[in-house]
């Protein structure tokens, strides 16, 4: 496609149930990031994937929190056990240099 | 670590006037920047990026100046538009991460 897309846009799940959240990055593009976003802050960093090489998950807040990179391409983020704090906007960017695109997020809210 | 910070939480400027929003960066060795628009409910957008090789980058309406002695970027937007309303940050790639500054919100009064 044209620019980064993730899927769905909002998610509203109770506490406690797993999400899946999607991301298909800008074809060629061989990096990939998720950041989150919480109400009104700056982006947090979570994980970084690179071709085939191992992922830099220094970001991830706890073990509840995976990410996978299938085929070089899309990428689901996966949160366990969902807690309230959970809450946020969780954006997937990619990039073939240094600039990163950004796909539009993911609203999750845990209720 | 890296950092990059933003001098002011929030702007306002008349429609028409011109908005400079600044950003102050912590790490001398920095050779590259980008500045994002992100509008409510969106994801960020790239504007404009510069190497440290350069001074100043002009874009559509945007330019980007940068001061390695003081450590310290900003971003001009020239003829302020409603469409310009939006948070602002600069951001600076390194160690498989960008880092962001926290941002600011332009607010352009009709």
């Known amino acids: 496609g044209a620019g980064v897309s993730q899927s769905p846009s909002n998610k509203v799940t109770e506490k406690g149930k797993d999400v899946e959240l999607r991301c298909d990055p800008i074809?060629?593009?061989?990096?990939l990031y998720w950041y989150r976003q919480s109400l009104g802050q700056g982006l947090e960093f979570l994980i970084y994937?690179?071709?085939?090489?191992?992922?830099?998950k220094s970001g991830l807040p706890s073990d509840r929190f995976s990410a996978e990179r299938t085929g070089g391409s899309v990428s689901t983020l996966t949160i366990q056990r969902t807690q309230q704090e959970d809450s946020a906007v969780y954006l997937c960017?990619?990039?073939?240099?240094?600039?990163?695109?950004f796909g539009q997020g993911t609203r999750l809210t845990v209720v | 670590g890296e950092s990059v910070g933003l001098h002011l939480p929030t702007l306002s400027v008349q429609e028409g006037d011109n908005s400079i929003i600044n950003c102050a960066y912590s790490?001398?060795?920095?050779?590259?920047f980008i500045w994002y628009k992100q509008e409510s409910g969106k994801g960020p957008q790239f504007i404009i990026d510069?190497?440290?090789?350069?001074d100043k980058r002009q874009g559509q309406r945007v330019t980007v100046l940068l001061n390695k002695t003081v450590k310290h970027l900003s971003l001009q937007i020239a003829a302020t538009q409603p469409g310009d309303s939006a948070v602002y940050f600069c951001?600076?790639?390194?160690?498989?991460?960008?880092?962001f500054g926290t941002g600011t919100s332009l607010t352009v009064i009709p």
């Open positions: 960017a990619s990039s073939s240099g240094r600039r990163a695109f």
């Open positions: 074809s060629g593009h061989t990096a």
């Open positions: 994937f690179q071709g085939n090489s191992a992922p830099d």
């Open positions: 790490n001398s060795a920095s050779d590259y």
């Open positions: 510069i190497r440290s090789n350069m």
């Open positions: 951001a600076e790639p390194n160690n498989n991460q960008f880092y």
